[in-house]
């Protein structure tokens, strides 16, 4: 259950210390895109240190390189321990998750580690949208992020503020991880700069029952926590529905002039499961 994810260079220390001031909910350290070739390596030592080193109070997720390239192996080697929560694949399918899952189950058990890892997929090819259904229910899959700059980039069209070219993408994921019971991770805003735009990109993302973002600046997370968190409205209906739920056994009944029936109060549920988790 997740509202914000961040994405931190992990070849920046400054950054990365300072990413445990911020309040997301995730924070994703980078050795992908936001690694250069020549620095992967200096990167991959930083970030562990950096884990060995730091209690950093949220989800740990790290950004591996795609699993067709070397730096993948690598990367799992420097930084698979019981200090990292997920491992964040890049252009998934559902052959990478498979050999991933391989991976990791060889690392958990030559390192003794007392969880398993799991993984969030990233949606960035053509391909992968239509494989999305058997990413959702792979191995270890907890969350699919759609990352919208490749995959418009696969599709050779132009990324726009209004997003209308990835609304096919974004419901797909979103469909696929609501059936699987899993994070729906909407894709980043990428002007820092436009709060009002970020503030109605979310209001569209949850319209398509995205239930995360990712975020690529500290100054976003707040707007997408509040966007994503229940309203106090909302958290105080679902409160009278499940305790008025609880004095009908069965059936539907009426409440404020309004029919509650099993959907419903299921809804209600989940509300105050999120209100709990996120401590409003």
């Known amino acids: ?66 699993l067709d390239t070397p730096e993948a192996k690598k990367d799992l080697e420097s930084i698979v321990s019981d200090a990292i929560d997920t491992i964040m694949l890049p252009k998934a399918d559902p052959e990478a998750l498979s050999n991933l899952d391989t991976l990791l189950t060889s ?43 490749d995959f418009t980039k696969d599709m050779e069209v132009e990324r726009t503020k209004d997003g209308l070219e990835i609304l096919m993408a974004r419901s797909l994921v979103a469909t696929c991880a609501k059936a ?4 729906a991770i909407d894709t980043p805003f990428t002007d820092t700069s436009d709060e009002e735009g970020l503030i109605k990109d979310c209001i569209l993302a949850l319209k398509l029952a995205m ?24 958290i105080v209906w679902a409160k009278k529905v499940v305790e008025a739920s609880q004095k009908h056994e069965t059936g539907a009944f009426s409440l404020e002039g309004k029919m509650i029936d ?13 209100a709990r988790k996120f401590g409003l």
């Open 1 to 66: 259950m997740r509202r914000s994810l961040l994405f931190i260079p992990a070849n920046n220390p400054a950054m990365m210390q300072n990413s445990l001031l911020f309040q997301a909910d995730g924070i994703i350290y980078d050795l992908e895109d936001a690694v250069s070739i020549k620095d992967k390596d200096s990167a991959r030592t930083l970030l562990t240190h950096f884990l060995e080193t730091t209690r950093v109070n949220c989800e740990i997720i790290v950004r591996i390189n795609g």
């Open 262 to 274: 099993k959907p419903i109060i299921e809804r209600c549920q989940k509300i105050l499961a999120k």
């Open 211 to 234: 239930n995360a973002k990712a975020c690529i600046h500290p100054n976003q997370i707040p707007i997408v926590n509040a966007k994503f968190s229940p309203s106090p409205e909302a």
């Open 180 to 183: 699987y019971k899993i994070d």
């Open 107 to 149: 690392f958990e058990e030559k390192c003794h580690l007392k969880k398993k890892i799991k993984i969030i997929p990233i949606i960035e090819l053509a391909m992968s949208l239509l494989d999305v259904r058997a990413i959702a229910r792979a191995k270890r899959v907890d969350g699919i992020l759609l990352g919208a700059e």
